[in-house]
């Protein structure tokens, strides 16, 4: 069976910094992204990595504050995120989708983790 597990959320100052983990299962060669939701608003994609790791993306509020990077050998994407501001808390989801290229990488991707939930205090 296929599984992602989210880790790493948390309550943390504004400026601070948090890592979020997706420890996958079942699954090779797939695409990942971070997706997050906070209470009244729409999913949005955050970060995305290719099976690779040699392809990313940011979404523009992500980019110069967050780095995506993954193990493959450890099964495991990371989100490094640094500088945080009170508009990233929300619930963050992984998600993956296998052969598909990052641009591919949407909400419709059929594996998601159960989410992870990031306060960011002012």
């Known amino acids: 069976q296929v599984q992602l597990v989210e880790s790493g959320g948390g309550l943390v100052q504004a400026g601070g910094s948090l890592r979020l983990s997706c420890a996958a299962s079942g699954l090779t060669n797939y695409a990942v992204g971070w997706f997050r939701q906070a209470p009244g608003k729409e999913r949005e994609s955050v970060s995305s990595i290719s099976w690779s790791g040699t392809t990313t993306y940011y979404t523009k509020s992500a980019r110069g504050r967050f780095t995506i990077s993954r193990d493959n050998a450890k099964n495991t994407v990371y989100l490094q995120m640094n500088s945080l501001k009170p508009e990233d808390t929300a619930v963050y989801y992984c998600?993956?989708?296998?052969?598909?290229?990052?641009?591919?990488?949407?909400?419709?991707?059929?594996?998601w983790g159960q989410g992870t939930q990031v306060t960011v205090s002012s």
């Open positions: 998600a993956a989708d296998p052969n598909k290229l990052i641009s591919e990488l949407t909400h419709e991707a059929p594996y």
